[in-house]
């Protein structure tokens, strides 16, 4: 299988699942969409090291695992190993600064890598390709400065994100151009704001998020979802918040309505014997949620598992965004979609909250469910012409 991490694995399946892949199948009416597609790779990054591309994920019209080439040739991963062997090397030398090139997009499930200065070290165990998991402190990659977007191409169109669900590191915009010549760019920071989302996470007391290279300056922030294992926040940094969450709903009613296009879909949760009970309008309980722990919330997952349902998991889904956006307590119609309210309460997610702050569109894929309401950072168009990734400024 192609492994990802935890939190990573839900910003795929989202888009898998906005994408039309899996139980809905492609839609129909876009087969028009080529079997490749141009990406555009610009190197603004102001960095004089070499950079290295690579284009890992799922063959959609075969279901096998692998990478493509410069063209967009499929190459399928050979067998793995016990312990792990090293993988094929499946890198694409990238631009050097101020440069650009093109490379093709194939109908894949999957995420562009990038690395500076250094190739990625990837390895392939019996069950598939093992990725870099830099809250590993004895990953080979971990003083590596990298960073990935993930896609997914089919006949209903292309869907290309920013993501920071794991990390934030060398940043990089995406962009998506349609038929009639027209791009529309997302992950795009703010001037300095590179810089601005550590020095924020430090304001914040969150330091601890910020992994150093050998030469002390900042190679990433891991997000929370991986700083509580690692020791980067405390265990319990939204725990007085979660009680107060949970004290509130004892006596007050919560209503979600999780599909935008269904607003006559209505749950109302209540907690009661410490357990929040969620019901349908002919009053049944459709699915009930123990207390979420801190880890819960910022990974959205155990106590907020989302299975790909229709019930649980757009209400999960929901009750993940709220709780890391603090809106619980100012809202109890959810989803909020007024992001001016979001990351208010003095207990928070201030990963969320800085990374958020420094886009210049306001948009971020910050946890796995940032996009509930569409506040994250992904671009779509149903008949691509192409596509693009821009290394922005990052010292």
Aim: one cysteine or more; hydrophobic letters at 35%; proline letters at 8%.
């Amino acid at each position: 299988m192609f492994r990802l991490p935890r939190v990573l694995a839900s910003v795929a399946a989202a888009l898998a699942v906005a994408a039309g892949v899996g139980v809905w199948g492609p839609a129909p009416e876009a087969q028009a969409v080529p079997d490749t597609i141009p990406l555009t790779i610009t190197n603004n990054s102001g960095r004089a090291e070499p950079v290295y591309i690579y284009n890992l994920g799922t063959q959609l019209s075969s279901g096998r695992q692998g990478w493509a080439d410069a063209a967009g040739t499929f190459h399928a991963w050979p067998a793995g190993g016990s312990p792990p062997v090293p993988a094929p090397d499946a890198s694409i030398a990238g631009p050097a600064d101020g440069q650009t090139m093109t490379i093709r997009l194939p109908k894949f499930s999957g995420r562009v890598y990038f690395s500076v200065g250094e190739k990625l070290v990837f390895s392939l165990a019996e069950g598939g390709l093992v990725q870099p998991a830099v809250q590993n402190p004895t990953d080979p990659n971990r003083d590596i400065r990298f960073n990935w977007s993930e896609y997914t191409l089919n006949d209903a169109g292309l869907w290309i994100n920013s993501t920071q669900v794991d990390m934030f590191s060398a940043p990089y915009s995406v962009g998506v151009r349609d038929a009639a010549g027209q791009t529309r760019t997302t992950g795009t920071l703010k001037p300095g704001g590179y810089h601005a989302v550590f020095e924020g996470l430090r304001a914040s007391g969150w330091g601890g998020l910020i992994h150093e290279g050998p030469d002390g300056r900042p190679v990433r922030a891991l997000s929370p979802g991986h700083g509580v294992s690692t020791g980067g926040v405390p265990a319990d940094a939204m725990g007085d918040y979660i009680d107060r969450v949970w004290r509130h709903y004892a006596s007050a009613t919560l209503t979600v309505t999780p599909f935008a296009h269904e607003p006559g879909t209505r749950y109302t949760g209540r907690v009661s014997g410490g357990v929040m009970h969620f019901t349908d309008a002919a009053g049944n309980v459709v699915t009930s949620f123990q207390k979420p722990d801190s880890d819960s919330v910022f990974g959205c997952h155990k106590h907020l598992d989302a299975p790909n349902d229709q019930v649980r998991g757009p209400i999960s889904r929901t009750l993940c965004a709220a709780f890391n956006r603090t809106t619980l307590l100012t809202n109890s119609e959810q989803p909020d979609q007024d992001g001016s309210g979001f990351y208010r309460d003095a207990v928070t997610n201030h990963y969320a909250r800085v990374v958020h702050e420094q886009m210049a569109d306001g948009k971020a894929y910050a946890f796995a469910f940032d996009d509930v309401g569409a506040h994250e950072s992904l671009v779509h168009d149903g008949n691509p012409a192409g596509a693009s990734m821009t290394f922005e400024p990052y010292d």
